[in-house]
């Protein structure tokens, strides 16, 4: 008989893991809140990188290796990113093959741009919608194999839980469909978990709509581990919305953007003097914290509003339109300024989550027969992402975990098949749990108090974190999980019901608030993302280690301890992006 | 005393279920710079109360990257279908009405079913076939940096629906394929080892609902939100249709 994986996400991690699936010659059922197509990938804008040492820079893979370590402030597994840098120029020329429309030299060429924390033109990309294009390629592979028979789609239903057997082996999920509502089961030989970043437990963030973390919250209530959840990249370049940041791409820096503000009436380029080496194009953390401290603690933003300018009106007219056109139209379009003539306002949005579901190498949770890949696992990025590396990990996270997914459903210890019966008592207990929220009655709205939970998170786990900051946020967290029980539906709906279904998220979502928060309080030090000025600086002896969240039935809070990572292939050196980085 | 508070006038049609009746109701958003459509909606998932005071639950839609890149909140607003993300209270004129794309069948409110519309997407092929997703130690054909412009714009496709929504021909008693596919169709063809399978494409587009359904109305071009030359593609898609289809006379 076929192996039947269950995919859970049709970004590019799931999809590419799907891709792996038939063609080892697997079934998938892939699920989706959205058509795969829709999926967040596709807001990638920037670019992938791959050391495709086309420029004469003489770039190596060694050096893209050691640029995300380095970047990810040695937090990083080094074996599993040296799979990645190493695979990166092969994956490259698979989406090539499928027809990605990259954008190209003159002489026909995959052309590549720079980006933050690496010396060389690196970031292959599409245009300004680099992620769209991927996905799409990967989509369109995965149709054809859907036309063949080997995949089923799932799109318009949630994944609620996973199923185990007797012997705590993951067998399967429940999931609903979002329309009729119908709540089911499903068995698997694997399931893995391909959900993205957890970006709305920020509530107002660069990422889609559905990125709520809801999928990985479920699976850590139950006993799935989280690895790092504390190291939450801020984007320093976004422009504040009250329904979304949208971000303003790397890509604008990285094809000579330059960020300043008044200092004194005359223009202050701070980035470029507080770090020459890298100047605009310093990590995203260490911009993020440049800007923040500008504007919070020195009050230089623009109108003493926490903005500051992102300037690419000194570049000609003709090569922003080539390299950018589409980041400066939705610019435009959003705000109704031309970037081509005045510069833009910007300020740090929440945008990437560094942490999330731990695995080992080829992509296996604690859980056997769990698999976890793309933004929603912990792998690759350390305590920082490098730009344009997120669209690499979630592709090749999906050539490991797809494999591995078939390896584990023929040989692994899988234990005893689930009964109809079990079956039956996994569906009927979140029909039960679906049933009871229809009923909510309380005084409380369900979108109001996700705005608040985006409120206190933003305030106190952001950019710059004060360890009795977080006590009174973990505290207020909690009062928002004691007050989800006080919502009030006013949809009651059997149809349709997005109310019902945002009710459950946003319980999944303060749960994994608290781990985000926890962790952060726990971590006394700075490192990446990380940064406490209580503790400014990386303390290798007590924390270069995995932050291991572990979910705790009684008190629902999160148990943390640290594990070892393999940093086996170079040592940890200071991280200093005022000088050229030594190796 | 306080300035009375700008507010933003809505007019939604809403449907409780894809064979219940539609009925509008009225709503009120407090206007801030920046507005947009879908941030209007949600303010009122924050708090579902008609412009009358009357309790009332949220209207039904689907979103996801308020960016205008994944297609999903497109509906039809004040008369025209566009992504609601994009749509600035700024540049719509009061009151604002909100209604599904009806070409499409109606799930709840404003949200709709464009199934139909990937399913399209499988009869032209809409891949290029590669043997795997294995190294083949080889690389792909370089290819002029025109070309490869074109083929980008035409990839931008977010089957949203708009061109759907905006064509005469396409509606539920006919069987068009509709213009999105059209588009798709070219930009497979276009590519160096797309190419290969060109005829198959073609050949599909020669059925009932094909391209010969196009009534050449140019709305569709109009109507696109990425501004993809559609009915330039068409055009240039028809004359291949019909080259191939001479071909398979004279093969017969
Ligand atoms: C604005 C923006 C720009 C970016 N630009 C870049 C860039 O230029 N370069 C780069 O390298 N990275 C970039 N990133 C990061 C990168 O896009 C993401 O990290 C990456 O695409 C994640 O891919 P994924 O496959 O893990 O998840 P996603 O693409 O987020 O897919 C998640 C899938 O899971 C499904 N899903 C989730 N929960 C459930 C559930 N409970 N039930 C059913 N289905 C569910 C969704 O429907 C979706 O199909 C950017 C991110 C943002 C926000």
Not at chain 1, 232 to 259: F, W, Y
Not at chain 1, 455 to 461: E, I, S, T
Request: with cysteine; proline share 4%.
């Amino acid at each position: 008989m076929k192996k039947k994986i269950i995919v859970v996400g049709g970004g590019l991690s799931g999809l590419m893991a799907t891709l792996k699936i038939c063609e080892a010659g697997g079934e998938v059922e892939l699920f989706s809140y959205c058509p795969v197509k829709r999926s967040h990938s596709l807001c990638a804008q920037g670019g992938m990188n791959a050391c495709m040492d086309t420029k004469g820079e003489n770039d190596t893979v060694y050096e893209h290796f050691d640029d995300t370590v380095y970047g990810g402030d040695f937090l990083a597994d080094q074996t599993a990113v040296q799979g990645m840098t190493d695979a990166a120029p092969k994956l490259i020329k698979m989406f090539d093959r499928m027809g990605v429309p990259f954008t190209r030299t003159a002489e026909g060429m995959l052309d590549l741009r720079n980006f933050g924390g690496q010396k060389n033109k690196r970031t292959l990309f599409s245009g300004s919608t680099t992620g769209q294009q991927l996905l799409y390629a990967l989509d369109e592979q995965v149709r054809a194999w859907e036309l063949k028979g080997a995949v089923k789609k799932y799109e318009f239903w949630e994944f609620i839980k996973i199923i185990k057997n007797k012997e705590g082996v993951c067998r399967g999920i429940v999931a609903q469909d979002m329309n009729a509502m119908e709540i089911r089961a499903f068995r698997a030989d694997t399931v893995i978990l391909a959900t993205g970043g957890p970006g709305m437990v920020f509530g107002r963030c660069t990422a889609s709509t559905i990125c709520n973390g809801s999928a990985v919250s479920a699976v850590y209530q139950q006993g799935a581990y989280i690895g790092n959840p504390e190291f939450i990249q801020i984007h320093p370049t976004a422009i504040p919305g009250s329904d979304k940041n949208r971000l303003m791409s790397e890509a604008c820096r990285g094809e000579g953007g330059r960020v300043w503000v008044y200092k004194d009436g005359k223009p202050w380029y701070f980035l470029e003097e507080m770090y020459p080496a890298y100047g605009n194009l310093v990590p995203r953390d260490v911009a993020s914290r440049a800007i923040y401290d500008v504007c919070v603690n020195q009050k230089l933003g623009i109108n003493g509003e926490n903005r500051v300018y992102l300037d690419l009106s000194h570049i000609p007219a003709e090569y922003l339109e080539r390299k950018l056109g589409g980041i400066l139209e939705m610019y435009s379009e959003f705000v109704g300024d031309d970037p081509r003539k005045v510069p833009m306002q910007i300020y740090p949005s929440v945008h990437y989550s560094m942490g999330g579901i731990w695995v080992d190498i080829k992509h296996n949770t604690n859980i056997p027969g769990l698999m976890a890949s793309g933004e929603c696992d912990y792998q690759y990025h350390g305590a920082n992402r490098l730009g344009a590396n997120s669209l690499l990990s979630a592709t090749y996270s999906g050539t490991v975990s797809g494999p591995e997914a078939m390896r584990w459903a023929k040989e692994g210890e899988r234990g005893s098949e689930l009964t109809d019966e079990d079956l039956k008592k996994a569906a009927d207990a979140c029909r039960a749990e679906y049933e009871a929220i229809l009923k909510m009655d309380g005084p409380e709205n369900a979108h109001q108090l996700h705005h608040e939970l985006g409120d206190v998170m933003n305030k106190y786990v952001t950019i710059e974190r004060v360890n009795k900051d977080l006590d009174y946020c973990f505290d207020e967290v909690k009062k928002i999980l004691k007050r989800w029980d006080n919502i009030g539906l006013t949809d009651r709906s059997s149809w349709s019901n997005q109310e019902a279904m945002f009710t459950r998220q946003l319980r999944n979502m303060i749960i994994y608030a608290l781990v985000v928060t926890k962790a952060a309080r726990m971590r006394d030090e700075s490192r990446g993302a990380h940064y406490k000025r209580e503790f400014p600086t990386r303390d290798d002896e007590r924390f270069m280690k995995t932050t291991i969240a572990e979910y705790d039935q009684a008190t629902e809070e999160p148990k943390i301890s640290y594990i070892d990572f393999d940093h086996s292939l170079v040592k940890p050196r200071a991280r200093n992006y005022a000088v050229a980085k030594k190796e | 005393m306080a300035e009375a508070k700008k507010k933003v006038h809505f007019i939604i049609e809403r449907q409780d279920g894809p064979n219940s009746k539609p009925y509008t109701e009225e709503f009120e958003v407090d206007y801030r710079p920046a507005l947009n459509v879908v941030a209007s909606l949600m303010e009122i998932q924050k708090n579902p109360v008609t412009k009358d005071g009357k309790k009332t639950t949220a209207p039904v839609w689907e979103c996801n990257c308020l960016e205008k890149v994944c297609g999903a909140c497109m509906m039809v607003i004040n008369g025209k279908a566009q992504q609601a993300c994009a749509a600035l209270i700024d540049h719509l004129e009061q009151p604002i009405r909100l209604a599904p794309a009806r070409t499409f069948p109606v799930i709840r409110d404003l949200a709709i079913d464009r199934t139909v519309m990937f399913e399209n997407l499988k009869r032209i092929q809409g891949w290029v076939k590669v043997d795997g997703s294995w190294e083949v130690h080889n690389d792909a054909p370089r290819q002029n940096p025109r070309t490869a412009a074109t083929a980008y714009e035409i990839s931008r496709c977010m089957t949203c629906g708009c061109c759907m929504e905006a064509c005469p021909n396409v509606n539920s008693g006919s069987d068009f394929i509709g213009p999105a596919a059209l588009g798709q169709t070219h930009l497979f063809n276009m590519h160096p080892i797309g190419e290969y399978f060109k005829e198959d494409r073609l050949n599909a587009l020669m059925d009932k609902g094909g391209i010969a359904s196009c009534g050449n109305s140019q709305n569709c071009v109009e109507a696109c939100p990425k501004e993809i030359k559609l009915t330039t593609y068409i055009a240039k898609l028809n004359r291949e249709v019909n080259k191939q289809a001479l071909k398979n006379m004279f093969n017969k």
